[in-house]
T-cell receptor, first 113, second 115 residues
Framework: GENVEQHPSTLSVQEGDSAVIKCTYSDSASNYFPWYKQELGKGPQLIIDIRSNVGEKKDQRIAVTLNKTAKHFSLHITETQPEDSAVYFCAASKPNTGNQFYFGTGTSLTVIP | ETGVTQSPTHLIKTRGQQVTLRCSSQSGHNTVSWYQQALGQGPQFIFQYYREEENGRGNFPPRFSGLQFPNYSSELNVNALELDDSALYLC??????????????FGPGTRLTVL
């Protein structure tokens, strides 16, 4: 199966600073890597994703990079704001397996005003 | 909001009982997956339904079962509840798995507590 590891488990940054969360995966067949933001009492919300044929994707303050050779991908949030405070999960999926998502263990991000 | 709804929001059961959780998929999505999220952990895949049939299953015992209806709503049934079944149960919908569009959209979840 697939094993997704995520680091760090907690992260505190000052408002306006950048935050980086890193994930590694084990199965080279994985080809889709979404990132989810989960606020207290809510379900995970898709914030950005990347496919294995792309090395980087950016959406305003959020970017994701993928290194297929090293089997790791990262979430970058710039100019952090207090409303970015939440738990972030990375995930990986591969085709022909029912598109099962394998999630990391989450990173609790706190943005200090 | 994703358009995926779940009911009930919270549920308390005792060990050995059975529970049914419900999900209504986002409009246009005909594939639904269920996940179990224990406190402080990432979601764990239970199973996926497409065209009313299970077409993928994670490492969960047979007492976890599901149904998908023609209107793409679905149910998760858990028999013989155990204390470790206490968790947030998430439903996620997506367009057909064969289209190449992998995006899944999650509902708010049902918090199940087993006493």
């Amino acid at each position: 199966g697939e094993n997704v590891e995520q680091h760090p488990s907690t992260l505190s940054v000052q408002e306006g600073d950048s935050a980086v969360i890193k994930c590694t995966y084990s199965d080279s067949a994985s080809n889709y890597f979404p990132w989810y933001k989960q606020e207290l009492g809510k379900g995970p919300q898709l914030i950005i994703d990347i496919r294995s044929n792309v090395g980087e994707k950016k959406d305003q303050r959020i970017a994701v990079t993928l290194n297929k050779t090293a089997k790791h991908f990262s979430l970058h949030i710039t100019e952090t704001q207090p409303e970015d405070s939440a738990v972030y999960f990375c995930a990986a999926s591969k085709p022909n397996t029912g598109n099962q998502f394998y999630f990391g263990t989450g990173t609790s991000l706190t943005v200090i005003p | 909001e994703t358009g995926v709804t779940q009911s009930p929001t919270h549920l308390i059961k005792t060990r050995g009982q059975q529970v049914t959780l419900r999900c209504s998929s986002q409009s246009g999505h005909n594939t639904v997956s269920w996940y179990q999220q224990a406190l402080g952990q990432g979601p764990q895949f239970i199973f996926q339904y497409y065209r009313e049939e299970e077409n993928g299953r994670g490492n969960f015992p047979p007492r976890f079962s599901g149904l998908q209806f023609p209107n793409y709503s679905s149910e998760l049934n858990v028999n013989a509840l155990e204390l470790d079944d206490s968790a947030l149960y998430l439903c996620a919908s997506r367009i057909s798995p064969g289209t190449g569009y992998n995006e899944q959209f999650f509902g708010p979840g049902t918090r199940l507590t087993v006493l």
